[in-house]
């Protein structure tokens, strides 16, 4: 090819990348269909492109279906759901039903979790409903609920661990034998945002102690406590005969105790001193003093009992504290949970209360040394949401409430075992049918037309300030294309001519 066709060819491959340049900047400031129309006048020869559908904007801001921080889950039908058929839906019911009579009397605001007032709805159905049948208790659920599988982010499974009410001897007064104290609440602990004759404190968050007027400092640890810091004021309900007692009591949190002329106090949890609990277990198994496969409650019992100078220090390890209340319950009744009913053994789970709503459904499902310590008895059990606990965290994990006394002490202090959690979500927060619900975004153009008008990321950089309104949206231009790199032309040989003298300087 000659060098002026070459000249000519490289020209217009230049006009044409400008002018599409041009079509580039133009799509952000005039709008798609003006700089379709635009670039159709330059080129008549291309095909009429389809003109692109009426975007619906902005989207209609509908909430998520179900939010729960830290989880995933999963919507199942009610037959992927194993051992689901199999368990007592009737004793479920009559769990479910204790926990709708605080729910039916709620008023006010709904609480800012992912099921709010939600459960109002089936508690509303359950009010009128006198079950005796087992079929229909499991016909009630399915017919209120849709079943979600659920565990933390990344993780297949939920947790569970199993708590029990001690049931321990005592003394109204001190004596040589019984010289442990058990306190109530001291006048002087503060939590922020709250009364300090609140009736119900959180378990979680610092815990103070007022100096004077205003000065407040964190609350004495247990260290101070058992070292008599809070001693002689009054505070002291009973007298036990051992610390580990009251540590395995405060554990618990609660805990019977007998007198020796036949009565019996019941004791419920009140307050912490806020500092996090430390789990004496976990410690004994880092410094190899008890194997992980081994680790009982009962094992720590017999460690502590067999070297009380080494028990007084793991107890401090735990800076928590835990102080009660006395609660007016028979012999026949179980401990109070947080929801401020009593407790079903076998089908009460303490739950974390910052993302659960009390009176939620869970099925647990998989096996648990129920029978023995070594025993893999298959567990499959619709329990419901009554407690919590300051150890209890996280959206699949659980504490299994067993009852009162030393076979309900064994069978809990077993359990540390990996298990399948599935929510019983109400329908009327099914994500399935609440998901179909959501906005779909617009269908992604076709490779010839997203070539026409490539979409650069937009400007971080705010536009003036004169230029913004509230009527009006300041469009902000991408780069414009570079040309298409300059042709190699190769240098052709020419006859010599006389050259004339001229600047070295290149014009």
């Known amino acids: 090819m000659a060098p002026e066709a070459r000249i000519k060819v490289f020209l217009k491959t230049s006009a044409t990348a400008l002018c599409a340049g041009a079509v580039a900047l133009s799509s952000f400031s005039l709008g798609a269909e003006a700089a379709r129309r635009h670039y159709r006048s330059h080129h008549h020869h291309l095909p009429e492109l389809p003109?692109?559908?009426?975007?619906?904007?902005?989207?209609?801001?509908?909430?998520?279906?179900?939010?729960?921080?830290?989880?995933?889950?999963?919507?199942?039908?009610?037959?992927?759901?194993?051992?689901?058929?199999?368990?007592?839906?009737?004793?479920?019911?009559?769990?479910?039903?204790?926990?709708?009579?605080?729910?039916?009397?709620?008023?006010?605001?709904?609480?800012?979790?992912?099921?709010?007032?939600?459960?109002?709805?089936?508690?509303?159905?359950?009010?009128?409903?006198?079950?005796?049948?087992?079929a229909r208790a499991k016909t009630f659920f399915e017919?209120?609920?849709?079943?979600?599988?659920?565990?933390?982010?990344?993780?297949?499974?939920?947790?569970?661990?199993?708590?029990?009410?001690?049931?321990l001897e005592g003394s109204r007064t001190q004596t040589d034998v019984y010289n442990v104290p058990v306190y109530r609440r001291p006048s002087n602990l503060f939590v922020r945002g709250y009364k300090q004759d609140s009736v119900s404190l959180p378990n979680k968050g610092p815990v103070y102690r007022k100096i004077g007027r205003r000065k407040l400092v964190p609350y004495y640890d247990r260290a101070e406590i058992e070292d008599g810091k809070i001693a002689g004021r009054g505070l002291e309900i009973t007298w036990l005969k051992d610390p580990t007692d009251l540590l395995?009591?405060?554990?618990?949190?609660?805990?019977?105790?007998?007198?020796?002329?036949?009565?019996?106090?019941?004791?419920?949890?009140?307050?912490?001193?806020?500092?996090?609990?430390?789990?004496?277990?976990?410690?004994?198994?880092?410094?190899?003093?008890?194997?992980?496969?081994?680790?009982?409650?009962?094992?720590?019992?017999?460690?502590?009992?067999?070297?009380?100078?080494?028990?007084?220090?793991?107890?401090?390890?735990?800076?928590?504290?835990?102080?009660?209340?006395?609660?007016?319950?028979?012999?026949?009744?179980?401990?109070?949970?947080?929801?401020?009913?009593?407790?079903?053994?076998?089908?009460?789970?303490a739950v974390d209360k910052s993302l659960h709503v009390y009176g939620t459904p869970f099925f647990i499902e998989g096996e648990l040394p129920i029978d023995s310590e070594r025993a893999k008895t298959p567990f499959h059990r619709l329990m419901i949401a009554q407690d919590t606990g300051s150890a209890i965290i996280g959206p699949a994990r659980a504490d299994l409430y067993f009852g009162a006394g030393q076979d309900a002490g064994r069978v809990s202090g077993r359990l540390r075992h990996a298990m399948h959690f599935v929510m019983l979500v109400p329908k009327s927060l099914d994500p399935?049918?609440?998901?179909?619900?959501?906005?779909?975004?617009?269908?992604?153009?076709?490779?010839?037309?997203?070539?026409?008008?490539?979409?650069?990321?937009?400007?971080?950089?705010?536009?003036?300030?004169?230029?913004?309104?509230?009527?009006?949206?300041?469009?902000?231009?991408?780069?414009?294309?570079?040309?298409?790199?300059?042709?190699?032309?190769?240098?052709?040989?020419?006859?010599?001519r006389p050259v004339k003298n001229r600047s070295h300087r290149q014009q």
Request: hydrophobic share 35%.
């Open 51 to 134: 003109a692109a559908p009426p975007r619906a904007l902005p989207y209609p801001q509908l909430p998520l279906p179900l939010e729960i921080p830290g989880a995933q889950y999963l919507p199942l039908a009610w037959a992927d759901v194993k051992g689901w058929g199999d368990d007592n839906h009737l004793a479920a019911y009559k769990t479910f039903r204790a926990s709708c009579r605080p729910i039916n009397a709620q008023t006010g605001a709904p609480e800012p979790k992912a099921l709010g007032a939600s459960l109002g709805e089936p508690c509303r159905v359950a009010k009128s409903l006198e079950l005796t049948d087992d």
């Open 143 to 167: 017919e209120n609920f849709a079943p979600l599988r659920i565990s933390r982010l990344g993780e297949p499974d939920g947790f569970v661990t199993g708590y029990y009410e001690p049931v």
């Open 432 to 496: 399935t049918t609440r998901g179909a619900r959501l906005p779909v975004p617009d269908p992604r153009p076709s490779e010839k037309i997203a070539k026409l008008f490539p979409q650069t990321e937009p400007a971080k950089d705010k536009p003036p300030a004169e230029l913004q309104s509230k009527s009006e949206t300041v469009a902000v231009a991408g780069p414009v294309p570079l040309p298409v790199p300059r042709p190699v032309i190769e240098p052709v040989q020419e006859p010599r």
């Open 248 to 349: 395995f009591a405060q554990i618990q949190g609660s805990a019977r105790i007998k007198f020796d002329d036949g009565g019996t106090v019941r004791l419920n949890y009140d307050a912490y001193n806020g500092y996090p609990y430390t789990a004496v277990g976990r410690i004994l198994i880092e410094r190899g003093i008890i194997p992980k496969e081994e680790m009982s409650m009962q094992k720590i019992r017999e460690w502590m009992a067999q070297t009380p100078d080494g028990a007084k220090e793991l107890r401090r390890q735990n800076r928590s504290y835990i102080f009660f209340r006395e609660v007016n319950l028979s012999d026949k009744e179980e401990a109070v949970g947080a929801q401020g009913i009593p407790l079903t053994a076998g089908r009460s789970i």
